[in-house]
């Protein structure tokens, strides 16, 4: 047996702008809804949803028929996690607030084999090995593997050029929630000081030829980003999405106000 393609990994190569959505659901019956509606690629949230390596597990083997490429998101940068998702089949993973190139070489090593990383050989007991099904596994794997290291603190802007220029770190993704926060403007991505930070993000990582994401729900946002060299895309939320459709349903009957989709997460 071929080692699985990483559709994503394939697409980040290509011109064309990948647009995504959160998967926050934590179950594989909504994450394969969201699956067939035409995104390029899902966010199966690990850190702010509540999913465990079982739920996480669920959605993958619930999105695989589809062309939505599936994105795993850790709860942090724990190597043991890491290995985790790695061995149920997580081919691209994004690790959250990273803010040195130290930390980036760490989750490098965290997805490779020794000698070059210190991820564990879980052989036929694993997904990912297709349970030994997948010729030449160990020496093969890294190659269909994506990582993607969250920039989303002051810090990790300071350090954004190191980081994106680690050897390993396929792309970065951009957090304006938590940057804003970190920058003292909470709820307020747009600020002019937070959308500088974002700029300077985007161009050190473009720079350093590697494909930069975001999370933006509002259109206007996600095409500012776009036009800012921005490759991968988040515009939609599971979750917001069902509570917007079912506000909107309902003030078509009763007094309130609609709901509006805002990009501060």
């Known amino acids: 047996m071929q080692m699985p393609v990483n559709e994503f990994k394939k697409a980040l190569a290509s011109d064309t702008t990948q647009w995504g959505c959160w998967a926050g659901f934590a179950t594989g019956y909504a994450a394969e809804i969201i699956a067939g509606t035409g995104f390029d690629w899902l966010l199966i949230d ?10 996480i597990l669920a959605q993958l083997q619930a999105v695989m028929p589809y062309q939505s490429a599936p994105v795993v998101r850790c709860v942090n940068q ?11 089949g997580a081919q691209t993973l994004m690790v959250p607030m990273v803010e040195s190139a130290d930390q980036a070489a760490a989750l490098v090593r965290a997805t490779r084999y020794p000698p070059h990383g210190v991820r564990g050989v ?9 349970w030994d099904g997948v010729d030449d596994y160990l020496s093969k794997a890294h190659e269909s593997l994506c990582l993607i290291v969250q920039v989303e603190s002051p810090k ?21 929630a938590d940057l804003s926060v970190g ?16 700029e300077t993000v985007i161009k050190v990582a473009k720079a350093a030829g590697k494909p930069v994401g975001i999370l933006a729900p509002l259109e206007e946002d996600a095409r500012r980003y776009e036009a800012l060299g921005c490759h991968f895309i988040a515009v939609g939320i599971d979750i917001s999405l069902l509570r917007q459709s079912a506000m909107t349903t309902v003030a078509r009957y009763k007094k309130q106000a609609t709901y509006n989709a805002s990009s501060t997460y």
């Open 122 to 130: 879980g052989g036929g007991l694993v997904r990912a090995t297709r």
């Open 156 to 176: 990790g802007v300071e350090s954004a050029e190191a980081i994106a220029n680690t050897e390993g770190v396929d792309a970065v993704f951009i957090g304006p």
């Open 78 to 88: 724990d190597p043991a996690l890491i290995k985790q998702l790695l061995d149920i």
């Open 46 to 55: 690990g850190e702010h949803a509540p999913n465990t390596v079982p739920t």
């Open 183 to 198: 920058m003292g403007h909470p709820g307020n991505p747009g600020h002019p000081e937070v959308q500088q930070a974002i």
